[in-house]
């Protein structure tokens, strides 16, 4: 497929009204993330000037979200649209609890920290309720380009609410900011409100109850697909890449402010998104070919930038080095996405997902957590490197393993083929 029809098909599918409106709510609360996520960070930076506590910060936000694994089999029984509306509701109010202690004289490190974990709790049921939507609402034939529109439009929004919020922070501060998150929380919830889900293929009645044996089945059920699949094998070949990067993106505001400060730091977040953007439009130009090979050579390649960033230093050429290096991880999150919304059957799809959630925030928040301490010891610019070195490792893992090496391409994985 030519790069000119990959950019039209990905910009004429699909038409119906739910996709579009799922599509905006979440562009919406992904725009407050962005701002929330340097506001976050640079505030607890701001109070403390340390590493430690960056990191420490970063493990707040995302630890709740190991959480994830239990939620599935409540997750694949709901109906979505309550699902994805409550939880940007309870969002909006947990986010203006900083700016009003702000108001009462109350704000410190210990506040930013503590409204932290329960911020998180609400992502517990909204981004695997999300996953589980998609495929009920659009077609098979359409999930990888369905998947790159939503990485495109929604990273797009990331990128450029990180680089607006550095801008933002250094103009009125950090705290501001939290009141605009509240607001696109609430904005997304309406926009859900339009979002038609239907059933999923062989659910059960919602009426049914969930008692707890039959909980512990349905959990047991979701944990089966990736451990008697290759979708597990995927999972681990991730999570060293996962540790190593959230270590760097621990030590982040101190690189930036080592190199420029607060619009710095916004920029190399927005950097690191937009690369992605890149990538997610170009998932569907590789869409037919072996996404094992593809994966190899890219993340390979990722890891190569990623160093070569750190290195080389200076804010506008680490920004596009970091750009380049997450062009592969764009292709390989909408190829992967695909694969498992087409390869999972629908009703244990909120259960799986759920499951690679919960994995990735046990080891993303542990390298947070550690990343900030060994910031502190060694210094940030070491632990970069790191996290260069695990992307590459990634791409060797998926040239090394068969199982892996051999995948072929996302369109030809059959419907239901790792249930």
Do not use: C
Request: proline share 4%; charged share 10%.
């Amino acid at each position: 497929m030519s790069l000119h029809d990959a950019l039209r098909r990905q910009f004429s599918i699909p038409a119906n009204r739910s996709f579009r409106r799922l599509l905006a709510g979440r562009a919406t609360s992904f725009l407050g993330d962005g701002l929330f996520t340097v506001a976050v960070m640079w505030l607890v930076f701001e109070l403390t000037g340390s590493t430690t506590y960056t990191g420490l910060a970063g493990f707040l936000l995302r630890a709740p979200n190991a959480l994830k694994l239990f939620a599935g089999p409540l997750v694949d029984r709901s109906r979505l649209g309550r699902v994805l509306v409550g939880s940007e509701l309870l969002g909006a109010a947990l986010a203006l609890l900083v700016p009003l202690a702000a108001v009462l004289g109350e704000l410190s490190v210990w506040v930013v920290l503590g409204v932290l974990p329960f911020m998180a709790l609400t992502e517990l049921f909204a981004a695997p309720a999300q996953t589980a939507a998609l495929p009920r609402i659009v077609d098979r034939e359409s999930l990888v380009r369905a998947n790159s529109a939503f990485s495109v439009v929604t990273s797009g929004v990331d990128a450029g609410a990180q680089a607006l919020g550095g801008a933002l922070v250094a103009a009125v501060g950090a705290v501001a900011l939290y009141a605009v998150d509240a607001a696109t929380y609430a904005v997304a919830a309406v926009v859900f409100l339009g979002v038609s889900i239907p059933a999923a293929e062989g659910s059960d009645d919602e009426s049914d109850p969930l008692d707890l044996a039959t909980y512990r089945r349905e959990l047991r059920e979701g944990i089966a697909v990736l451990t008697g699949s290759v979708l597990g094998v995927m999972l681990l070949a991730s999570l060293l890449a996962n540790f190593l990067t959230s270590a760097a993106f621990a030590v982040l505001p101190a690189y930036a402010a080592s190199i420029s400060g607060a619009a710095g730091y916004g920029l190399l977040l927005g950097a690191t998104t937009a690369g992605v953007i890149v990538g997610s439009l170009l998932a569907p130009v590789v869409e037919d070919r072996p996404l094992g090979v593809t994966n190899a050579v890219g993340l390979s390649l990722a890891g190569g930038l990623w160093i070569a960033g750190v290195e080389l230093g200076g804010v506008a050429v680490t920004a596009a080095l970091f750009a380049a290096s997450r062009v592969p991880i764009g292709v390989y999150n909408v190829g992967v996405q695909a694969t498992v919304q087409t390869g999972v059957p629908d009703d244990r799809l909120g259960r799986v997902t759920a499951t690679v959630s919960s994995l990735s925030n046990v080891v993303g928040p542990l390298g947070l957590l550690l990343g900030g301490v060994v910031g502190d010891a060694v210094g940030a610019t070491a632990v970069l490197l790191g996290g260069g070195v695990g992307i590459a490792a990634t791409g060797l893992l998926w040239g090394a393993l068969p199982s892996l090496r051999r995948f072929g391409a996302p369109t030809t994985v059959r419907p239901g083929a790792f249930g």
